[in-house]
């Protein structure tokens, strides 16, 4: 086996989006994570190469061509071939090119309909999407298995230890159950809990378990268990931080625990929602080594039968599941799940259409366009997140020079034109961010954000440059087409202001980690979902910033903004609170961390006989919140 590094440089032309808008040429070049599949085999005329591409920006593509027969992985006659299996041949006389396969390598997503095929429009109806869904023919029916597609693979299943995205939490929800989870109006409320009553100073807090609930090896999720988990999460120099608040946790009786914190803290509960409020049974994390992230053990719907990572996660019916429906059925519906990681959009939508897998999620807006088309065309079904969702975004490294300078931030930001970022992504103009919020969230607040002022911005570079020299940016992100489309984007403006861009490609396991390591200067990134902002605290309070692992990614250490986000921790007051979240934007504002590009919008593809696509409840019978950072429960999905 050997390693070549192929860079393939994409040169456009102006371009014209379908909303009308006009994208001037840039430059995008794409290294070897976008063209995979590297293998060599000998041959008699001396060394052979054979090289798979898989261009992820247009696996919707189909090809017609042909390959010299007898040559080594040549198909039969004018079979038509999926882009992954298209191959180059080289032998030591020379290259033998094929025309489409260039073709499509150089087919970045600028048009969708290039790659996905779609004929959707979604960019010209002002970013509105339309549910389409199917109404069961009768109540639900036990059996069956749903196979869902993820965005991308994690490295393990243990809540105080692993770093969960999305795919993490997919699979999360089905293995284990968290303490607390958000209602259909963006409120925490109990879920493996039971309840959760403070004090008058919101320093401390009891915390009542369900009774009669155990871990899928038999043993009780009591107030011991309970510790333990959050305990381990606490000791853990990733997860700590965001327990780093609690004190002490003492257990009271089987059933009950309190949890004493250092500062007042009115939404704690808010905090166990997310990863470090899932619960582990005891086992898990006393297991050595591997077994301890490989082997997840928990009280939830589903138990894991095997885990081949890059391939697939498969889960069985936990058929001792503590939970029952309204008419007292046993839940899960469901026999089995399983859930495969596809990092490209449009494969994921194909893997749907063709009935390899039943359900996806995406964010990507050709992806969400296609879905769409799909639906009205009675294909499949289609649900969208109209909560509160993740935000797309340029993430400094705060400490990291040459972007520790605020000028250098405060002058990319101005030279950074996030219209015409939407517009290669064709995502529609409404998606535009100038915050973690979006307008009509009770959180938002106007804090005079602003871009795509070149002039201004070039001035601040200058002027840098006059005392410093040179500038030189590391841009990361993911091999993913809207990902390095919006990068080779980013790299022209900020080169237009005067500094020169290396842009880079990590598969988003590892991109996580370089990230909360401080091995990164500026990451194209996506996140701060919480329904209650105060779920996001870890992520912006500078107790976070420093040490080898953070979770405040970018590193920013403040006075201001942590006041401001502490005043909004201790108080159950909206209107405090909002002020609070008013102050802290203004703040990073002024700082300029975060490059606000768009409001995410997550959505799912399902086959036709899937219901219960995201109509889900929380215990104690209220509905749940449809979607949460863009995952979904599979507790009450069932097939018909």
């Known amino acids: 086996m050997i390693t070549i590094t192929i860079t393939t440089t994409i040169t456009t032309t102006t371009t014209t989006a379908r909303n009308g808008q006009s994208i001037p040429p840039f430059r995008a070049e794409a290294p070897s994570p976008d063209l995979v599949g590297l293998e060599e085999r000998p041959s008699d005329s001396g060394p052979l190469r054979k090289i798979t591409l898989c261009p992820r920006m247009c696996l919707g593509s189909r090809l017609r061509f042909r390959l010299p027969q007898g040559s080594v992985g040549s198909p039969e006659p004018n079979r038509r071939l999926w882009p992954k299996e298209a191959v180059i041949m080289e032998k030591r006389a020379g290259f033998r090119r094929w025309a489409p396969v260039v073709a499509a390598v150089m087919a970045v997503g600028l048009i969708a309909s290039a790659c996905g095929g779609s004929s959707s429009n979604g960019s010209d109806s002002g970013g509105k999407t339309t549910d389409v869904t199917i109404k069961a023919s009768g109540p639900p029916k036990s059996g069956g298995s749903i196979k869902f597609a993820l965005e991308a693979e994690t490295d393990g299943f243990n809540p105080a230890s692993n770093r969960w995205a999305i795919s993490g939490y997919m699979i999360g929800n089905a293995v284990f159950d968290p303490l607390s989870a958000y209602d ?55 997860t700590g931080a965001a327990l780093a608040n609690m004190s002490t946790i003492t257990v009271v009786s089987p059933s009950q625990l309190t949890i004493a914190t250092i500062d007042p803290w009115a939404s704690m509960p808010a905090q166990l929602t997310t990863q470090v409020g899932f619960v582990a049974a005891p086992a898990q994390y006393k297991a050595e080594g591997a077994a301890a992230t490989r082997q997840p053990i928990g009280s939830g719907p589903f138990i894991q039968k095997e885990w081949v990572p890059d391939s697939r996660w498969v889960g069985t019916k936990n058929a001792n599941y503590w939970r029952s429906d309204d008419k007292g059925n046993k839940l899960p519906y469901l026999d089995s ?114 871009t795509n002022d070149v002039a201004k911005g070039k001035a601040l570079i200058d002027q840098v440059k006059a005392e410093k020299g040179p500038i030189t940016i590391s841009l990361g992100t993911t091999p993913v087409p809207a990902n390095t489309n919006t990068t080779a984007l980013i790299k022209q403006q900020w080169e237009a202001c005067g500094v020169t861009v290396n842009t880079t490609t990590t598969d ?117 919140l449809p979607f949460q950072r863009g995952e979904v429960r599979l507790t009450q999905t069932w097939v018909e």
Not at 211 to 223: E, I, K, L, W, Y
Not at 531 to 542: I, L, Q
């Open 508 to 624: 988003q396991s590892k991109f996580v980690s370089d990230a909360v390591t401080g091995n990164y200067t500026v990451n194209l990134w996506r996140q701060f979902a919480a329904s209650d902002p105060d779920g996001d605290y870890v992520w912006w309070t500078g107790k976070n910033a420093s040490g080898p692992l953070t979770l405040n990614i970018a590193r920013l250490k403040d006075a201001q903004i942590d006041a401001a986000l502490d005043k909004a921790r201790a108080s159950n007051d909206p209107a405090v609170r909002k002020q609070a979240y008013a102050d802290m934007q203004k703040r990073q504002t002024e700082l300029a961390p975060y490059i606000w590009l768009a409001h995410t919008q997550w959505a799912i593809g399902a086959a036709k006989n899937v219901r219960n696509i995201t109509n889900q409840t929380l215990p104690d019978g209220q509905a749940a």
């Open 337 to 450: 799940v399983e859930f495969r990681p596809i990092v490209d959009p449009q494969n994921r939508v194909n893997a749907l259409i063709s009935g390899d897998v039943q359900m996806i999620h995406t964010t990507d807006w050709p992806a969400i366009n296609r879905l769409q088309s799909e639906a009205a065309s009675g294909n499949i079904q289609f649900v969208a997140d109209s909560t509160e969702t993740e935000e797309s975004f340029l993430m400094f490294n705060t400490s990291k020079a040459p972007v520790d300078d605020v000028r250098v931030r405060q002058a990319l930001t101005l030279c950074t034109d996030p219209s015409a970022v939407l517009v290669v992504n064709e995502t529609p103009a409404e998606r535009f961010a100038d915050s973690q919020f979006t307008k009509d969230s009770p959180w938002y607040s106007s804090s005079g954000f602003t």
């Open 184 to 238: 259909a109006e963006g409120k925490w409320a109990p879920y493996l809990a039971k309840s959760f009553t403070p004090s008058a100073d919101f320093k401390t807090w009891t915390v009542d378990l369900r009774a009669g609930v155990n871990f899928s090896d038999g043993t009780p999720v009591d107030a011991a268990a309970v510790k333990l988990a959050l305990d381990t999460v606490k000791a853990n120099a990733l």
